[in-house]
């Protein structure tokens, strides 16, 4: 909506700058800096193998796509011959591959069939922090997955409210961040529509906790039913650029303006 996110390396220059910036400003603390992209805006304005390129003459460390345009938002399918077509045009820094890897299979399969140099994990670990242990065994050639029960799931649950308590400095705000994360921590699990949106309520550790205790802890993994998308998926939507932003590649005075007093505005000139 204001030009940042996808709509951003649409104005080449403006890209360009905001990497260079980033890489120089880090620089002296040895951080390295990495991009992570979409496709473009949409099917008529991509932009992700030229931005790829800007950002690896900038000297990122890496660079990411998840392989769908800002105007699919999170449906249909990732589009992993993108990726593909990224690291063959990007040679001088590693390619990372996003989208749709909701195990580790489906992270070895991106490698697979990509050839890019590792993957980057979003919706995929939500209410499921072990996929990272799973991607970890996988790319060392092992067939170990971690498959918890409901007791192991629920004692991470408790542990994770705990540190965002930890994390906000207040119970209340971090049990309400807390409700969007049970769906996908219990999903596949027998919990009963009751619970369920008792703990798409919660409002208080202790409430979870006594929420936790009402449950079959005994249960074993379910297998399929946990497995698969999570998080956010809908439908395509219609970008919402500035007016004018497709005109042109580069900025045009009005926006240079536009920036220049956000600038001042922020540095205190």
Excluded at 107 to 122: E, H, I, P
Excluded at 165 to 179: K, N, P, T, W
Aim: hydrophobic letters at 40%; proline letters at 5%; one cysteine or more.
């Amino acid at each position: 909506r204001k030009g940042g996110g996808s709509a951003l390396p649409w104005k080449r220059d403006l890209f360009a700058k905001i990497v260079r910036g980033a890489v120089a400003a880090a620089a002296p603390y040895d951080v390295p800096v990495t991009i992570k992209m979409r496709m473009g805006i949409d099917d008529e304005h991509l932009t992700y193998l030229e931005a790829g390129l800007v950002a690896q003459d900038a000297g990122v460390a890496a660079v990411a796509l998840h392989a769908r345009t800002a105007a699919q938002y999170y449906s249909g399918e990732a589009r992993w011959e993108a990726i593909a077509r990224l690291k063959e045009t990007v040679t001088d820094v590693p390619v990372l591959g996003n989208g749709d890897i909701w195990s580790a299979e489906d992270a070895l399969a991106m490698v697979a069939q990509t050839g890019c140099d590792g993957v980057v994990v979003g919706r995929g670990c939500q209410g499921r922090p072990w996929l990272f242990a799973d991607l970890a065994a996988a790319f060392a050639g092992s067939p170990v997955r971690h498959r918890p029960g409901l007791r192991e799931v629920s004692e991470g649950i408790v542990r994770h409210a705990r540190l965002m308590i930890v994390h906000f400095g207040e119970e209340d705000r971090a049990m309400r961040e807390m409700r969007k994360h049970m769906a996908w921590y219990f999903k596949g699990y027998a919990v009963g529509g009751d619970l369920r949106r008792s703990f798409g309520l919660v409002s208080t550790l202790t409430e979870l906790e006594d929420l936790i205790a009402q449950l079959d802890l005994d249960q074993p993994y379910p297998g399929e039913a946990a497995e698969g998308p999570r998080g956010r998926a809908g439908s395509p939507k219609q970008p919402h650029l500035p007016c004018g932003w497709l005109d042109s590649r580069e900025l045009d005075d009005g926006f240079r303006e536009t920036l220049r007093e956000a600038e001042l505005d922020t540095s205190g000139g």
